[in-house]
């Protein structure tokens, strides 16, 4: 199934609580080898929530038509990609450029490597941020992954939640129209 066949995801309300809230005090490994204190994030930052990126030709768990069913599970690659596309845009709008998702550290410095991602991606596999301000999940084949959102944050603070996020190479377009309007 195509991205664009992808079935829409519908607001079932599960970001609603996220506007306004301050990161914790959470350090979450990046793809460089740090790790990011998300409450420690100063400037614009667009944090890019994702379920996973595969490896071509890996099945998604519980398998394709599984995950196929799932509306806005696909789409991981295509929104990693248009981020970077976008990166010089969005870092000019003055964010700072994180991706999201509960995959390892080492499952995402591949997908990093493969796909020649400009920014970081930050794994939450042990689901610290996901646990402590409630972030959106589904589980499948007993794997837990984030729902698709973008968090737009001031020094710490999320200012605006973008969710649910489809197409999701519509990603990078939708966090760059709002940066620049709330910065404006």
């Known amino acids: 199934m195509s991205a664009a066949a992808a079935k829409r995801p519908v607001d079932d309300g599960g970001a609603a609580h996220l506007r306004g809230q301050r990161l914790p005090a959470v350090w979450l490994p990046a793809t460089d080898g740090t790790a990011v204190q998300l409450d420690a994030l100063r400037g614009w930052a667009a944090i890019f929530a994702h379920p996973r990126i595969a490896r071509p030709g890996e099945q998604a768990p519980g398998g394709d038509a599984a995950w196929d069913a799932l509306p806005g599970a696909r789409g991981c690659t ?26 390892s550290t080492r499952e995402q410095v591949e997908a990093a ?11 939450d596999a042990a689901l610290r941020l996901a646990t402590a ?7 499948v084949a007993g794997v837990t992954l984030l729902r698709r959102l ?29 940066l ?5």
């Open 150 to 178: 973008t968090l737009i944050v001031h020094d710490g603070w999320i200012e605006e939640v973008l969710y649910p996020v489809f197409p999701a190479e519509a990603a990078a377009a939708d966090a760059l129209e709002r």
């Open 133 to 139: 301000i409630d972030l959106p999940t589904f589980t």
């Open 78 to 103: 295509a929104q990693a990609c248009a981020l970077r596309d976008a990166h010089r845009e969005l870092a000019e709008a003055g964010a700072t450029v994180l991706g999201l998702s509960t995959q």
């Open 113 to 123: 490597t493969r796909l020649r991602l400009p920014y970081l991606l930050l794994s």
């Open 180 to 184: 620049r309007a709330l910065a404006a």
